[in-house]
């Protein structure tokens, strides 16, 4: 799955602003032709190259301004002569109103053109920190998706991974980091970051969480000491991370979990059937300190060939429709089509969602679908004679 970037105005909704501008004009014009000569019509043709400017660049604008212009004195020789003195002090006000119009649609699009640069700078360096997983790892099929309740940015605080652990298992992360912005986004990357050296070499997921909550440690410790050399004193807010761990062998039907105060997975059968798995026994959020004296639970969840785990961010299950009410997940996709693959169950959750919100969302949501692909059948035995 892609993310829609943002962009400016579409070619079709352009070429639609000149041809209203253009009728404008025409009727305009036909108006003040056929009306009183008392009555002055021309001066609102000003309204098509102020159309052209909201929505073109200069150069439409520009060549907007010059039909109206010479409509306008098109009009005048029909109307009451050209050299009369109300008609040249309206021909002189539409030329500086269209010359000021260009301008802006110049300025505006020199803003524009910056903005679009900015943003995908921006866009990179996310892709970048977060590096979205393929569609397909291992025997896993992969989708995901990813809605941010700031327009101006495609991820923030929430973070997911998918990597492969040798010889014959993959392992899964998702999670969100307290707060918001800049410092959100740094420190789910320094989560990500961790999470890929350390998934590899880990041998458990009880031991990969104490490494990540060693790494998220000394990541904040770094930052405190950064800002107290540069401001003098650091920030007494907490910062921490909730995640969830997931181990998939390749082969079985058994997923290894382990929560950091993160919300289970939905466990969505090949027949339709939806399950809420719970936590028996979750662990602190990462970045408190605690895992270092509490003991970390991993626990075993049945995942058949088939079976779709789907995995998902509290901005998903909290998110609330204008009336107040919080988006029920389960009763939601239970409802959907079944045997969907994970891209289209994706699909269908991110407009059902919307719809319940009613377009808008308070909080950053992440939505990680993990399909276990049916095992190929094997090459036939040799016949034993």
Do not use: K
Not at 209 to 222: H, M, N, P, Q, Y
């Amino acid at each position: 799955m892609d993310l829609s970037r943002l962009s400016d105005v579409p070619e079709r909704t352009a070429r639609l602003a000149m041809a209203t501008a253009l009728a404008l004009v025409v009727v305009i014009a036909v108006a003040d032709v056929i009306s009183p000569r008392e009555v002055f019509l021309s001066p609102m043709l000003v309204v098509a190259p102020a159309l052209a400017a909201s929505f073109t660049g200069p150069w439409r604008t520009s060549a907007i301004a010059l039909v109206a212009v010479g409509a306008q004195i098109f009009a005048s020789s029909l109307n009451g002569g050209v050299a009369s003195y109300a008609r040249v002090w309206q021909l002189v006000a539409l030329i500086v109103v269209s010359v000021l119009l260009v301008f802006f649609s110049y300025v505006r699009g020199r803003r524009s053109q910056q903005l679009n640069r900015a943003r995908l700078v921006a866009e990179t360096a996310q892709r970048v920190l977060l590096r979205p997983p393929p569609d397909r790892v291992g025997p896993l099929l992969i989708a995901w998706l990813y809605l941010t309740a700031d327009d101006d940015t495609q991820f923030g605080g929430d973070f997911f991974a998918v990597t492969r652990r040798r010889p014959a298992a993959s392992r899964v992360i998702v999670g969100d980091v307290r707060g918001h912005g800049l410092a959100a986004i740094s420190e789910a990357s320094a989560v990500l970051g961790a999470f890929r050296e350390a998934a590899r070499r880990c041998a458990t997921l009880d031991e990969l969480a104490r490494v990540l909550e060693e790494s998220l440690g000394w990541d904040r410790e770094e930052s405190a000491e950064g800002r107290q050399g540069t401001d003098g004193g650091g920030d007494g807010d907490e910062h921490f991370a909730t995640a969830l761990l997931l181990e998939l062998p390749d082969h079985g039907d058994q997923v290894l979990m382990t929560c950091c105060g993160h919300p289970p997975p939905l466990l969505i059968h090949a027949d339709g059937r939806v399950v809420a798995t719970r936590s028996e026994e979750p662990s602190p959020p990462l970045g408190m300190g605690m895992l270092s004296v509490t003991a970390v639970h991993v626990q075993m969840i049945a995942c058949a060939a088939g079976d779709t785990l789907l995995l998902h961010t509290d901005g998903v299950i909290e998110a609330r429709s204008p009336q107040g009410v919080f988006y029920p997940l389960a009763e939601r996709v239970a409802a959907f089509p079944p045997a969907l693959t994970p891209d289209a169950l994706l699909r269908h959750l991110r407009q059902d969602l919307l719809a319940h919100t009613g377009g808008r969302l308070t909080d950053d949501a992440a939505l990680l679908a993990v399909c276990r692909a049916p095992e190929e059948p094997g090459p036939p035995a040799p016949a034993v004679p």
